[in-house]
């Protein structure tokens, strides 16, 4: 595997940032999950414009134009000869002295990794996940703002956590009002009453690529999408239930806090929305091998 360091290539077993860059000391910095299809990496424009909203949130300048971040994300691939996988780039603080002060780093790193990525055993897609809800509530908006794609994700961690002790591979998150925000590291969806349901941005879910792609999909399938505050009572008795994410792509729910969603197994308007999606991200995005 190569991997991309601040316009350089190493080997994996080479590839090393300092222990001083600030994203190692105090996960001072942002990254995005980006996927790669059919030779094409789907939606790059779209990551890289989070990427540079979160950078802007957190007063972080990314020592790259969208334009050069885009060409290097395409090479890493070309040079692992990547045409099915996941692209994680990282842009941390750089390097400083030791205490919190971000002034003090002079240069931004960009880190550019391209490999395989399987989140979720496979069986899962098939038969649907059992997911809980966890203690840990979703961070405030006033704190660190849940938009932020963080290298500090402990708020998303020890949620998992809770997820594992319970026998489960995702939780569900609420917020401090106790209205549902996302999962560990996907969002929900659910079908009631024959409409597409998603919590809002405001309750802290993260504007996810694959949360706007199954949006725009439905839609222009002729149903009907909204973003209302949901509830636990909400989610159960949901009709049928998903979770979407990069990494996960989409996954059936059939059971959350040991209450039985729908009928218990992956629902017809789930099964359709996965064949759309991925007919799209294999015709779709940048091209890898020209």
Known sequence: ???????????????????????????DGIFEGIRAYNGRV???????ERLFCSAKSILLEIPMSKAELAAAVVQTCRRNRLGEGYIRLLVTRGVGPMGLSPNRCKNPSVVIIAGKIQLYPPELYKRGMEIVTVATTRNLHSALNPAIKSLNYLNNIMAKIEANLAGCEEAIMLNAEGFVAECT?????????GQLCTPPLSAGALHGITRQVVMEIAAESGLAVSEPNLTRYDLFNAEECFLTGTGAEI??????????IGVG???????????????????CGEPIYE
């Open 265 to 283: 197994r992956p629902g017809a308007v789930t099964q359709k929305l996965v064949t759309q999606y991925h007919t799209l991200t294999n015709a």
């Open 42 to 48: 789907f939606k790059l424009q779209e990551h890289l």
């Open 185 to 193: 590291g996907d969002n929900l969806f659910i079908i009631r009453n």
């Open 251 to 260: 996954v059936p729910i059939v059971k959350i806090d040991g209450r039985v």
């Open 1 to 27: 595997m190569k991997i991309y360091i601040d316009g350089k290539y190493y080997d994996e077993r080479s590839a090393r940032i300092s222990v001083f860059d600030h994203g190692v000391l105090y996960g």
